[in-house]
């Protein structure tokens, strides 16, 4: 169905034009593709033969002159191209069958060796994230020692009086209690750290423990494959072909049928017809 309102006019023009008025009116899907080919067909200068010019436009000597060099051309551009469908009837499921079991195969182990690598990738952040926390805490306690030095050097060191010592006690409370906040904050921030680390390194341990099955998992495969095709091919049931049909593509028509079939659906031919009757060829 249209969601554009050029859309319903097609439709409406091709019920009109084939004269069908009907209680079940026929739908009509048309695509951008299908409006292109109700357009007279322009071949661009590349493809369309002209005597006398290249695919360019320069000059060259005309192959009508020629009537050798005439039927060459006829030759290398037939007015219509043929393109004969042939399949295998006898190994063409089996085929299919053992190929299609060696990409997934195949497609497992890309599939893993690409989660492998992203574990190791993790692995590395998550190593480089701890070693910063620890320095981080580290740092912390050296920067708490300097300041309980210095608290205890600004209020009388060992010399101190009552009250010296009062105000070395409430001032070291509050460094006490600082320290032991960002304390707790980083020793969280790395049992999180060291927890991930193990998670990845179990996963990346299950990955490369798959590895090794997958990839033995593919050469097998890949043995029973090549043992398949052999073993049809000794029998000679590879050269066995049968014709499906043939495409052909019409130059001045611009147009594909396959088997003497148009290679569109009855909906599109519908519309074509109709669009035919007001003279839209």
């Known amino acids: 169905m249209f969601h554009r309102p050029y859309g319903l006019a097609l439709s409406i023009l091709a019920l009109v034009a084939a004269g069908e008025v009907r209680a079940d009116p026929i739908v009509i899907t ?4 299908d409006c292109s080919k109700l357009i007279a067909h322009t071949p661009s200068a590349d493809v369309a033969y ?6 360019r436009g320069k000059p060259v000597a005309s192959a009508e002159a020629d009537p050798a060099r005439a039927e060459f051309a006829r030759k290398i551009l037939p007015e219509v191209l043929e393109f004969p469908i042939t399949i295998n009837p006898v190994t063409y499921n089996k085929t299919k069958a053992a190929d299609k079991k060696l990409a997934a195969a195949a497609g497992a182990v890309t599939t893993n060796t690409t989660a492998i690598t ?3 990738t993790q692995a590395t952040a998550l190593t480089s994230q701890l070693a910063t926390l620890t320095q981080q805490r580290t740092d912390l306690a050296t920067a708490y020692a300097a300041k309980t030095a210095a608290n205890t050097a600004s209020t009388g060191g060992s010399g101190a009086d009552s009250i010296m010592l009062g105000v070395r006690a409430n001032r070291q409370a509050t460094l006490d209690s600082t320290y032991a906040t960002d304390l707790a904050s980083i020793n969280t921030k790395i049992a999180t750290a060291n927890s991930a680390i193990t998670t990845n390194n179990a996963t990346l341990t299950s990955l490369q423990s798959q590895d090794t099955t997958l990839r033995q998992t593919y050469t097998d495969t890949q043995i029973s494959t090549t043992k398949t095709l052999a073993t049809q091919s000794a029998k ?3 050269q066995t072909q049968m014709a499906v049909g043939t495409v052909k593509y019409d130059i001045a028509k611009n147009s594909f049928t396959f088997n003497g079939e148009p290679m569109i659906s009855d909906d599109q031919q519908k519309l074509a017809a109709a669009c035919a009757k007001q003279g839209v060829k």
Do not use: E, F, H, R
């Open 30 to 33: 048309i695509t951008k593709t």
């Open 50 to 55: 002209k005597p006398g010019v290249d695919a």
């Open 118 to 120: 992203n574990a190791k």
């Open 236 to 238: 000679g049931l590879d």
